[in-house]
């Protein structure tokens, strides 16, 4: 029982060392996004939406299942660098596979965006500007990008969501 109690404390020591580790490197710890804001994000979204999703870190899941399920015929496309957050949710994949969505433990920014029709993200603002030259240089016109909480550098948004929480979180809809 104290060599499995010594396994389990050593587990939890690697774990932790893992998301403070990838949180100092990234910038920003792997923040799920609130209920309310997915229901905001979906919702934000055309229902007639086709084609390739991505969510840019997309931490511990609670967006892109959401899309894949809502979204049946668009491809759905998560990058989380993270190593913890990124194997919760293939875990989650195995369990409850959609054959829509797809999860890499992929740094985004090394990830080509020209094939792209909705980019979604939940970043800091340092992360906003740099990612906001990519999606600037490589999507095609009429792609969407949706941002929880952070807007996008130098770009007016299409509209602007309010939620009806403590922080007043704003949903940025953007098009290029």
Known sequence: MVFFSFILLLLFVFILFSIVFYSWRNGISP????????????????KEMEGKIVDVGSGWGTLIFPLAKRFPRCRVVGYENSPIPYFFTKIRQFLRPLPNL???????????????????????????????????????????????????????????????????????????
């Open 102 to 176: 797809e999860i890499f433990r992929r740094n985004f920014y090394d990830e080509p965006m020209q094939e792209i029709d909705l980019v979604v993200c939940y970043l800091y603002p340092g992360a906003m500007q740099v990612l906001r030259s990519k999606l600037v240089n490589e999507l095609r016109e009429g792609a969407l990008i949706i941002s929880n909480t952070f807007a996008l550098p130098q770009h007016k948004p299409l509209r602007i969501y309010e939620l009806n929480d403590l922080y007043k979180t704003k949903i940025y809809v953007y098009q290029i």
């Open 31 to 46: 923040m799920p996004s609130s209920a309310q804001a997915v229901s905001c994000i979906l919702q934000a979204i055309p």
